[in-house]
């Protein structure tokens, strides 16, 4: 059974970091495509960032040059560094793998991320 169980979520002040964790089991995480997404209600889910599983990077657009996705196969993590973090970055951030590029077949719960001072 495929598990992803993000952390690091919490409240930041506006140009700070916060890095968030995903931790997989249940899976060949090595083959997997991972990414991060994000929503806040009332709107659709976002795209944060992906890495494929050869290591190619994807982010959205408001995120290039702030964010940087990593993930390390050993360990069977993925992890999103978020710098200058802006009010609008305010969401619940999920973590998701999946064979296709776009295409997520797994989900983690979220973490919330607020970003106010």
């Known amino acids: 059974q495929v598990q992803l169980v993000e952390s690091g979520g919490g409240l930041v002040q506006p140009g700070g970091s916060l890095r968030l964790s995903c931790a997989a089991s249940?899976?060949?995480?090595?083959?997997?495509?991972m990414g991060w997404y994000r929503q806040t209600p009332g709107k659709q889910r976002e795209l944060v960032a992906i890495?494929?599983?050869?290591?190619?990077?994807i982010y959205g657009d408001s995120m290039k040059g702030r964010f940087t996705i990593s993930r390390d196969n050993a360990k069977n993590t993925v992890t999103l560094q978020m710098n200058s973090l802006k009010p609008e970055d305010t969401a619940v951030y999920y973590c998701?793998?999946?064979?296709?590029?776009?295409?997520?077949?797994?989900w983690g719960k979220g973490t919330l991320v607020t970003v106010s001072s």
């Open positions: 998701a793998a999946g064979r296709g590029v776009y295409d997520m077949d797994y």
């Open positions: 890495i494929t599983s050869v290591g190619r990077t």
């Open positions: 249940g899976m060949i995480f090595s083959i997997f495509n």
